[in-house]
């Protein structure tokens, strides 16, 4: 049985204010909706970087069942590489995950699947969980290359793990063409992928049974209970819809069986 994971990507969007509100707003909307969190999926929150320990301690204060992540991080320790953040760093800050290769990191930073596959290693070395994207664009999946591009990304991934290493991977498989668009993908054509990359991890070893495969896309509180009921969807990466606590609080509520 996988641990279902409904993680909230925040992206360039926070301040300390917002934050404080979406905390309010979050425990506000909890008991308005009753929820009960025991026995739910794994919370998280990706901020960004100025604003972890901000993040923390709110949550903490809150008592929410919430753990926070970063967005990216660099792929050595230390060093000179100014602007960037490390491994240690993230783990020094108490962080339990990390978000790699998203399609914009692909897209505007021009991260490699060979750069990716680097940062997986170095933080599969640490205690914190790489969520590592891939995703097809809407002219490959129009050119019907959606199993050939996912393999290219899975298969790159997977030549720089160990097997054993598969029960902490965490695969959220992002349609280019679905975020932040308000399209998503159905959830007959998201099982269909997240079903590929399964057999994918099983061919690398039979942990992959137990890697948890996130979808990420535009999904809201509208569409989340039916993509988070099929087999191989463990969770959600969210974007927009993780901004409005009210509707992250949905999107974690359909998550509870
Ligand atoms: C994302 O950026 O990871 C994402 C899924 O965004 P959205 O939910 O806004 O499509």
Redesign the pocket.
């Known amino acids: 049985m996988r641990h279902s994971l409904i993680a909230g990507?925040w992206?360039m969007n926070a301040s300390l204010a917002a934050n404080e509100a979406w905390i309010k707003g979050f425990v506000q909307a909890s008991k308005t909706q009753g929820i009960e969190f025991e026995g739910g999926p794994q919370i998280m929150l990706c901020v960004p970087a100025p604003y972890w320990l901000q993040m923390s301690e709110l949550i903490r204060k809150s008592s929410l069942p919430i753990v926070v992540g970063a967005q990216n991080v660099n792929e050595h320790d230390k060093g000179a590489f100014t602007g960037e953040v490390s491994v240690p760093m993230m783990a020094e800050m108490n962080l339990r995950s990390v978000i790699l290769g998203?399609s914009?990191r692909r897209q505007w930073f021009g991260e490699t699947d060979e750069l990716i596959s680097q940062k997986v290693v170095k933080v599969l070395s640490s205690n914190l969980t790489p969520i590592v994207?891939v995703g097809e664009s809407l002219s490959d999946r129009e050119g019907l290359k959606t199993f050939e591009v996912i393999k290219h990304q899975v298969d790159a991934l997977l030549s720089k793990i160990e097997p054993s290493d598969l029960e902490r991977l965490v695969v959220a498989y992002?349609p280019i063409w679905?975020?932040?668009?308000g399209l998503t993908a159905t959830p007959e054509q998201a099982q269909e992928v997240h079903a590929f990359i399964r057999q994918e991890l099983l061919a690398k070893g039979p942990l992959g049974y137990k890697t948890r495969i996130l979808y990420?896309?535009?999904?809201n509180p509208s569409n989340a209970r039916a993509l988070l009921s099929m087999t191989d969807i463990d969770g959600g990466?969210?974007?927009?819809?993780s901004l409005v606590p009210e509707d992250f609080l949905k999107i974690v509520s359909s998550a509870i069986a």
């Open positions: 990507n992206k998203h914009e994207c992002e679905a975020i932040g668009t990420g896309g535009s999904m990466l969210i974007g927009g819809a």
